[in-house]
């Protein structure tokens, strides 16, 4: 299958296009919006949210990733102001209004108010370089429906509406791989240093399409799920704010790490090699043959910084700017060969997974089923990036009728996603709620918000009220 052709973006569409069925919403916000400004917002913007269903923590590797976006956004109700002030608000009473100027959008480093999330987007407009003049001045009004900090992806759906929003504020044009990238580099600000899942299917996702997003150059191409089976996404209820640690840096720069050190063992040009995906490009080797240098060439056992650095023959102060960020600094320790055997790993089953869904055979649930299950044993274990309450809902999946259930997203946290077939969906769905959500009091209260099956949603749009 071909990659989707790049289209402008954003689709504008008029409000009366809006289903009726998700009107509701729509006019709930304009009356919280004519509340709080006085006024009438001129236009709404909204970005989904993502299950990621194969494909973990190897996008900012340059790997390819296999994403779908879900029913789930963030809606923003928004009206130029005529003068250069920003006002944002919350539909949530528990997120802070904000207030600033267009002549000044910085963001202080460690800040991780949700603001700063909103501030991004704007500066991937400004930093686009398209804007003639001075960026106008907003009202905002924020709804979102994205569980939050649980891996569906709401960080990068508010900083992508944001970039929308000040897009069309602007009467700029971009392409929608184009926004993407804007806002993949520009999310950057919130100190994570992600790759470009997110922002990409936030853009490219079309109803009813799952995608495999690949990056350098970035494109989406369809891939069709096979029929007779669910995706169904079941939050753990454990938040983990991803700029608010190091957990999800320290992945990024052990994954740096390992390619410097393959690169410089094999005479490569390691100071310019700081993915893996680039150290596999320049040795033109197949994923199979990436896994055995790895298991050839790095230890099992966790680097130490300095055997790191006397791998790479340079002090400490220079590593600390190759190779590292602001909140990996004080780390000792890397396990750089359990990280690289994830990542090839998890690369593989990308393609195999893609494979499998272009040429289904009668088997072709059960193979998806190993490789969801694989992807899981593989993030628990070599990546460290599941946690106990995730580990159990997983296997509370599988023991409910899951032919595969993983975590999805970063994880320390937040969701799985379970393939189930469609006879057994209401039975599975009874079960999970019993033993994960019933059990635990905490829980009790979250289901209808924690546990859905996912309806494939559409990516960015604009509609305008005339
Ligand atoms: P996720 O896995 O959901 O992307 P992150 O940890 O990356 O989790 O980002 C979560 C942060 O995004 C929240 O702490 C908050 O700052 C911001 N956010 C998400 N949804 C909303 C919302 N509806 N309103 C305001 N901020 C939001
Ligand atoms: P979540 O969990 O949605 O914040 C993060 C990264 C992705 C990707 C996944 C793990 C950002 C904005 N998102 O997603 O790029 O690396 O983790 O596969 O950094
Ligand atoms: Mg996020």
């Given at each position: 299958m071909e990659p989707t052709k790049d289209s402008t973006c954003p689709p504008i569409k008029n409000f009366s296009e809006i289903?009726?069925?998700?009107?509701?919403?729509?006019?709930?916000?304009?009356?919280?919006?004519?509340?709080?400004?006085?006024?009438?917002p001129q236009f709404f913007v909204q970005a989904p949210?993502r299950?990621?269903?194969?494909?973990?923590?190897?996008?900012?590797?340059?790997?390819?990733?296999?994403p779908m976006a879900?029913?789930?956004n963030i809606l923003i109700a928004a009206?130029r102001?005529?003068?250069?002030?920003?006002?944002?608000?919350?539909?949530?009473?528990?997120?802070?209004?904000?207030?600033?100027?267009?002549?000044?959008?910085?963001?202080?480093?460690?800040?991780?108010?949700?603001?700063?999330?909103?501030?991004c987007g704007l500066k991937a407009i400004e930093d686009s370089g398209q804007l003639q003049q001075?960026m106008s001045?907003l009202?905002c009004?924020?709804?979102?429906?994205?569980?939050?900090?649980?891996?569906?992806?709401?960080?990068s759906a508010l900083v992508c509406c944001s970039a929308l929003v000040a897009a069309f504020a602007n009467n700029l044009k971009f392409t929608k791989s184009e926004l993407a990238e804007l806002c993949t580099v520009s999310e950057?600000?919130?100190?994570?240093?992600?790759?470009g899942m997110d922002q990409s299917i936030a853009f490219m996702a079309e109803e009813g399409q799952?995608k495999l997003i690949t990056f350098n150059p970035l494109s989406a191409t369809n891939?069709?799920?096979?029929?007779?089976?669910?995706?169904?996404?079941?939050?753990?209820?454990?938040?983990?704010?991803?700029?608010?640690?190091?957990?999800?840096?320290?992945?990024?720069?052990?994954?740096?790490?390992?390619?410097?050190?393959?690169?410089?063992?094999?005479?490569?040009?390691?100071?310019?090699?700081?993915?893996?995906?680039?150290?596999?490009?320049?040795?033109?080797?197949?994923?199979?043959?990436?896994?055995?240098?790895?298991?050839?060439?790095?230890?099992?056992?966790?680097?130490?910084?300095?055997?790191?650095?006397?791998?790479?023959?340079?002090?400490?102060?220079?590593?600390?700017?190759?190779?590292?960020?602001?909140?990996?600094?004080?780390?000792?320790?890397?396990?750089?060969?359990?990280?690289?055997?994830?990542?090839?790993?998890?690369?593989?089953?990308?393609?195999?997974?893609?494979?499998?869904?272009?040429?289904?055979?009668?088997?072709?649930?059960?193979?998806?089923?190993?490789?969801?299950?694989?992807?899981?044993?593989?993030?628990?274990?070599?990546?460290?990036?599941?946690?106990?309450?995730?580990?159990?809902?997983?296997?509370?999946?599988?023991?409910?009728?899951?032919?595969?259930?993983?975590?999805?997203?970063?994880?320390?946290?937040?969701?799985?996603?379970?393939?189930?077939?469609?006879?057994?969906?209401?039975?599975?769905?009874?079960?999970?709620?019993?033993?994960?959500?019933?059990?635990?009091?905490?829980?009790?209260?979250?289901?209808?918000?924690?546990?859905?099956?996912?309806?494939l949603g559409n990516g960015a749009a604009v509609y305008e009220l005339t």
């Amino acid at each position: 299958m071909e990659p989707t052709k790049d289209s402008t973006c954003p689709p504008i569409k008029n409000f009366s296009e809006i289903p009726n069925d998700k009107k509701k919403r729509y006019q709930e916000l304009i009356s919280v919006f004519q509340q709080k400004y006085g006024k009438q917002p001129q236009f709404f913007v909204q970005a989904p949210g993502r299950v990621n269903l194969i494909g973990e923590h190897i996008d900012y590797c340059g790997y390819s990733v296999l994403p779908m976006a879900v029913e789930q956004n963030i809606l923003i109700a928004a009206a130029r102001s005529g003068d250069d002030k920003i006002f944002v608000a919350n539909k949530d009473s528990n997120y802070a209004d904000f207030e600033c100027s267009t002549n000044n959008l910085t963001i202080a480093e460690g800040t991780t108010s949700w603001h700063v999330y909103f501030l991004c987007g704007l500066k991937a407009i400004e930093d686009s370089g398209q804007l003639q003049q001075q960026m106008s001045g907003l009202y905002c009004m924020v709804d979102g429906v994205i569980p939050k900090s649980a891996g569906l992806s709401s960080s990068s759906a508010l900083v992508c509406c944001s970039a929308l929003v000040a897009a069309f504020a602007n009467n700029l044009k971009f392409t929608k791989s184009e926004l993407a990238e804007l806002c993949t580099v520009s999310e950057r600000y919130c100190g994570t240093q992600g790759g470009g899942m997110d922002q990409s299917i936030a853009f490219m996702a079309e109803e009813g399409q799952a995608k495999l997003i690949t990056f350098n150059p970035l494109s989406a191409t369809n891939v069709q799920l096979p029929s007779g089976v669910v995706f169904v996404v079941s939050n753990s209820c454990v938040e983990m704010h991803k700029a608010a640690t190091a957990n999800f840096n320290i992945r990024v720069v052990e994954c740096r790490l390992a390619a410097q050190l393959i690169a410089k063992k094999l005479g490569l040009d390691w100071l310019q090699l700081k993915k893996l995906g680039d150290v596999q490009k320049t040795l033109k080797y197949d994923l199979p043959q990436m896994l055995a240098t790895v298991q050839q060439l790095l230890h099992a056992e966790a680097y130490t910084k300095q055997e790191v650095c006397t791998e790479l023959g340079i002090e400490e102060d220079e590593l600390n700017k190759t190779s590292l960020c602001g909140n990996t600094l004080h780390v000792q320790q890397f396990k750089l060969y359990n990280r690289a055997m994830h990542v090839f790993s998890e690369a593989n089953r990308v393609h195999q997974f893609k494979a499998f869904c272009d040429n289904p055979d009668a088997d072709v649930t059960q193979k998806l089923a190993k490789l969801m299950n694989d992807s899981h044993s593989s993030c628990r274990d070599l990546y460290e990036c599941s946690c106990p309450e995730l580990d159990s809902l997983v296997n509370i999946c599988l023991q409910s009728g899951a032919l595969g259930s993983r975590l999805t997203g970063a994880g320390w946290g937040g969701c799985a996603v379970s393939m189930v077939p469609t006879e057994q969906l209401k039975s599975f769905m009874e079960n999970v709620k019993t033993k994960y959500y019933q059990s635990d009091s905490k829980r009790a209260g979250k289901v209808t918000e924690s546990l859905f099956a996912s309806k494939l949603g559409n990516g960015a749009a604009v509609y305008e009220l005339t």
